[in-house]
């Protein structure tokens, strides 16, 4: 289980919840878990093509997961 | 001067007597701070906390950036201000305020908006920039402006409940550079995701929190004494009480000092965060004075007010309110037949407003109120409340 927060701008497409808890492995599958409750949320955090947009970072603990190897991104 | 020739007077060693007997600090730190010259960018919120804190802890020079005056709605969380300073330049009133804080210290104004031809000049002369400012442009500027420069910046922003402090561009000791904020945001979000604090409110209480990190981090990037917060990025959720500490890299893609530089000058920040996109599709306007002369000469045309009705109640000039996230279904309300005049707090909401109205109903006698009712009020009716 994942603890999603949420930083303030964009609580405004998550209904202002803060923290969402979702049951996903990997962050990919985290991404596309809380942009399918939250459909609003998904233009702002990803591209057309499916990226990350260059003004969001998603953080997985302390480190940013561009950071991070692949196949930790867990 | 150097700070070997830097002396403390008998009335300076009692003043900073409990930062000199903290073993870590001392009286060589305190000296750094007497040598520094610390460039505050921005006295509003994090600006009056920083201002005072870095001036009572006798940092020697400090200048000071903003471009405004003081005024009523400041003094929610501004408290470097007062009553009395309504109305009179931002800079000034601090000035003031600061001095009979400390005399030893000696402020240098800079009463003028930053903007690409003039921060190079401003911020040379000084050894830290703290950047307390308001808008993705300025941040982006500051933070160039500092890379191009070699000088740490000290960056903090809060929106809301929340707050965000990190250390840009510090070289420690071993001789390692920091990430700056490009690294962290490579570009912009789109103009209207991030409101800022005028539009989108603040705690009053959350810039002296944030503020007050942000004196802190200046007097460890000064004195050496402690970790600066370089290479990590503090966030702070005063709804929660919660923080966090992320770890922030530098990018090889940086454009300003990434592997492959693009950018060796400063640019134009408004065009680089999407401001000139939202006037590409531009939209009639009509400035305060201009309006006041319709009314005056007995025009005949209406007024649509897109703000809330919490702001209509604090002040209206005569506009029918129909809130921004409303117009589409109130669109019937307004003339086509006439010209109508649109206008919010500051002329961004009703920009919004026009633009949908005009794609989806095609209005075309629609104008915008340049700068909002403020505009309005400043030029045309003094005696109406600001806000």
């Known amino acids: 289980m994942a603890t999603v927060i949420i930083p303030t701008p964009l609580r405004k497409f998550t209904n202002q919840t803060a923290k969402i808890q979702v049951e996903a492995g990997t962050v990919g599958e985290i991404i596309d878990r809380i942009t399918h409750d939250f459909p609003e949320l998904k233009k702002h955090l990803l591209d057309p093509q499916g990226g990350l947009r260059s003004f969001v970072n998603i953080f997985s603990g302390d480190d940013d997961i561009r950071d991070l190897n692949r196949k930790k991104r867990q | 001067m150097a700070i070997q020739d ?16 903290i073993p870590e600090f001392g009286v060589e730190a305190q000296l750094k701070l007497k040598a520094a010259k610390v460039l505050i960018i921005g006295s509003g919120g994090l600006g009056s906390p920083a201002l005072l804190y870095l001036t009572a802890a006798g940092v020697g020079t400090i200048g000071i950036v903003d471009f405004d005056v003081v005024d009523d709605s400041n003094l929610q969380r501004q408290v470097l201000f007062d009553i009395h300073e309504i109305g009179k330049p931002k800079v000034e009133a601090a000035k003031r305020r600061l001095e009979a804080l400390n005399p030893h210290t000696r402020f240098i104004l800079h009463n003028t908006h930053i903007n690409s031809s003039n921060a190079l000049e401003i911020i040379k002369d000084y050894d830290v920039v703290a950047d307390g400012t308001d ?5 982006y500027l500051v933070n160039d402006a500092t890379l191009l420069l070699d000088k740490p910046n000290v960056y903090a922003s809060i929106f809301q409940f929340e707050g965000q402090v990190s250390v840009f561009n510090y070289v420690n000791k071993n001789g390692e550079r920091g990430p700056n904020y490009r690294d962290l945001y490579p570009t912009p979000p789109p103009p209207g995701l991030v409101p800022s604090c005028a539009e989108g409110g603040v705690l009053g209480v959350l810039p002296g929190i944030i503020g007050s990190l942000q004196a802190l981090e200046v007097i460890k990037v000064i004195t050496g004494v402690g970790e600066p917060l370089s290479g990590r990025f503090f966030t702070f959720d005063a709804l929660n009480f919660e923080n966090r500490i992320f770890n922030i890299k530098h990018r090889d893609d940086n454009p300003v000092n990434g592997l492959n530089p693009t950018i ?17 599709k531009p939209v009639k306007e009509i400035t305060a004075k201009e309006l006041y002369n319709w009314q005056v000469e007995g025009k005949k045309f209406k007024l649509i007010d897109v703000r809330e009705p919490l702001e209509y109640e604090i002040v209206q000039i005569g506009g029918e309110l129909i809130p921004l996230a409303t117009v589409a279904e109130q669109a019937d309300r307004i003339p086509k037949d006439i010209d109508v005049v649109v206008y919010c707090k500051g002329g961004v909401r009703s920009l919004k407003a026009i633009q949908e109205l005009e794609e989806k109903f095609g209005f075309t006698n629609l104008y915008n109120l340049k700068g909002g009712i403020i505009s309005y009020i400043d030029q045309v009716q003094p005696e109406l409340t600001r806000y």
């Open chain 2, 6 to 21: 830097i002396k403390f007077t008998k009335e300076e060693l009692a003043r900073y007597n409990r930062h000199i007997i």
């Open chain 2, 135 to 139: 808008n993705f442009p300025t941040r």
């Open chain 2, 264 to 280: 060796h000058e400063l640019i134009d920040y408004e065009q680089f965060c999407g401001m000139r996109a939202v006037e590409e």
